[in-house]
C-alpha cells in the first residue's frame, strides 16, 4: 500500500512517520469520513469490488470511496501501516425494530488499542468509517452516552453478543444500531455478506443508489435521486436533471466519476432516474 499516497488523499501527508497517538488517530478518522465518501455506486455500475484491503486502499487513493467492508478494511490496513494496534471485528447493523440484533457479518468494525486518554483509560477506542452516517470521531470505547457533530450515540454492552458491544445511533440517524463481538476477525468472515450486499435484489445496496458524507455538523445522505442533510440546515432536495446530479456527486461527495465512459453515465443516469420514478410511483400508491 502507498502509505503517503493514502495520507495525501486525506490531506495528512504530515502523519507520515509520526508516532501513533490519540490527537492523530481523531485527525485520520475525521479526514477520512470528511474526504472519502461511504458509497455503493461501483455496483450501480456493474463493476464488481472484492473487500481485500490493499484493493480498496488503491480505490480510495484513486479518489473513490467504498462501503464498511472497503473503508473500514482500507483504513485497518493505513492505521497498522503506521504503527497502530487495530483489530477487526464482525459486526450487524440494525436497520429498524423489525430486524433482529446481532452481530449477522453485514459490517466490519474496527478497534484501536494502547493508546490510553482521560476519556479511555484503558486506551480502548471505537473506531468506524463504515456507518454512512455514523461516526465523525473515534469514540472511547467506555460505556456512556456521547455528543458527537450534531449527533447523540450510545455504548453499552451488547445484549445479542455476550462479551461485544451495542452502539445505539441518533434516532435521526438511517439504522437503529449496531452489535459487535469482541473477539478479532478476519477479511473472510465478511465475504458472503459482500456477495450479497453487492449482488442480491433484497440487498439495499442493488435497490438505492447510496453515498454519504460525514462533517463535523452532520452529513450530506444522496439516496438515488434525492439529496437530503441531516443536521445544521437540514435539507431535501430531488436532483430532477443529470446535471443536477452529476454536478452534486462532485461537489458534495468528492465522487467525479472520472474514470467511468460517457456511455457508462449514460446507463447508470437511466438506472437512477428508472428507480427513483419507481420509488415516486410507491409512493404516490401510498
Known sequence: MDVRAYLDRLGLGGLAGQ????????????????RVPYEVLEIWLDRPTTIDPLDSARRIVAGRGGY?????GAFAALLRALGYQVTRHVGGVQGTADDPAGATANH?????????????????WLVDLGMGDG????????????????????????????????FD??????????????????????GEQHRHLSTSPESGFVRVATAARRDATGVDI???????????????????SRNDYFTA???????TFADV?????DTLWTRLTTAHESWLSRQSAA
Open 19 to 34: 508516532e501513533p497517538s490519540v490527537p492523530a488517530l481523531h485527525a485520520l478518522h475525521t479526514a477520512h469520513a470528511e
Open 68 to 72: 464498511c467492508f472497503h473503508l473500514n
Open 108 to 124: 466490519l468494525v474496527l478497534t484501536v488499542t494502547g493508546l490510553p486518554a482521560p476519556e479511555s483509560p484503558d486506551g480502548n
Open 135 to 166: 461516526l465523525h470521531a473515534p469514540l472511547p470505547l467506555v460505556a456512556g452516552e456521547y455528543e458527537q457533530g450534531g449527533f447523540h450515540y450510545r455504548l453499552r454492552p451488547s445484549e445479542a453478543e455476550p462479551g461485544g458491544w451495542r
Open 169 to 190: 445511533h441518533d434516532p435521526r440517524g438511517s439504522f437503529l444500531g449496531m452489535d459487535f463481538r469482541a473477539e478479532p476477525a478476519t477479511m473472510s468472515a465478511f
Open 222 to 240: 444522496v439516496r438515488t435521486l434525492v439529496l437530503t442533510r441531516v443536521g445544521d440546515n437540514p435539507a431535501r432536495i430531488e436532483l430532477t
Open 249 to 255: 456527486m462532485a461537489d458534495i461527495f468528492g465522487i
Open 261 to 265: 465512459s460517457p456511455a457508462a453515465r
